[in-house]
T-cell receptor, first 114, second 112 residues
Framework: NAGVTQTPKFQVLKTGQSMTLQCAQD?????MSWYRQDPGMGLRLIHY???????DQGEVPNGYNVSRSTTEDFPLRLLSAAPSQTSVYFC?????????????FGPGTRLTVL | SQKIEQNSEALNIQEGKTATLTCNYT??????LQWYRQDPGRGPVFLLL?????KEKRKERLKVTFDTTLKQSLFHITASQPADSATYLC???????????FGTGTRLTIIP
């Protein structure tokens, strides 16, 4: 198993540009989520999904969209990038849910918005 | 508002000693708590999950306690090694609420 994969590893955007961060898992996990990590702020949940076709907002959803058309993929879209979205983004997945199961994280995408 | 505090930003421990990390939470009654390890430039790695009805949980040299009265979880690494140097994150959660909130982490350095 490749586990949780994220692309790209690094990205530089200009303010106002849009892009999609890709996340895929090959473990047949139902639960997937996106976090951002900023110095001194810890990991903050952006959006999550408990299965294909089901998504919900986390703590900091503004400026981001998600969709879950398949079990394997959970892309994160930045609609109009802003410098405040400069961060490291992590995707995570687990088989069923958080309270009984290990959550696996991807290697992260480091995004800089100029 | 809900708040999670991990005892300090950085902790230096001599090799072979026990490292103890603290996770305190306020305005919270979590049903479980997870601990993760994160190395620089990498994603967090799940270590242990402890539920509110479990006072203690062990995995090899790791031990986690969960005191719902004190609103605190302690994470112990016994016989610490330089390879244990990393940032450790705690994350309390609720059943039926698929949202984890993470603490900011404690950067542990084991000194040879």
């Amino acid at each position: 198993n490749a586990g949780v994969t994220q692309t790209p590893k690094f990205q530089v955007l200009k303010t106002g540009q849009s892009m999609t961060l890709q996340c895929a898992q090959d473990m047949n996990h139902e639960y997937m989520s996106w976090y951002r990590q900023d110095p001194g702020m810890g990991l903050r949940l952006i959006h999550y999904s408990v299965g294909a076709g089901i998504t919900d907002q986390g703590e900091v959803p503004n400026g981001y969209n998600v969709s879950r058309s398949t079990t394997e993929d959970f892309p994160l879209r930045l609609l109009s990038a802003a410098p405040s979205q400069t961060s490291v983004y992590f995707c995570a997945s687990s088989y069923t849910g958080l309270n009984t199961d290990t959550q696996y994280f991807g290697p992260g995408t480091r995004l800089t918005v100029l | 508002s809900q708040k999670i505090e991990q005892n300090s930003e950085a902790l230096n421990i001599q090799e072979g000693k026990t490292a103890t990390l603290t996770c305190n939470y306020t305005n919270y009654s979590p049903a479980y708590l997870q601990w993760y390890r994160q190395d620089p430039g990498r994603g967090p790695v799940f270590l242990l999950l402890i539920r509110e009805n479990e006072k203690e949980k062990r995995k090899e040299r790791l031990k986690v306690t969960f005191d719902t009265t004190l609103k605190q979880s302690l994470f112990h690494i016994t016989a610490s090694q330089p390879a244990d140097s990393a940032t450790y994150l705690c994350a309390p959660g609720y059943f039926g609420n698929e949202k984890l909130t993470f603490g900011t982490g404690t950067r542990l350095t084991i000194i040879p």
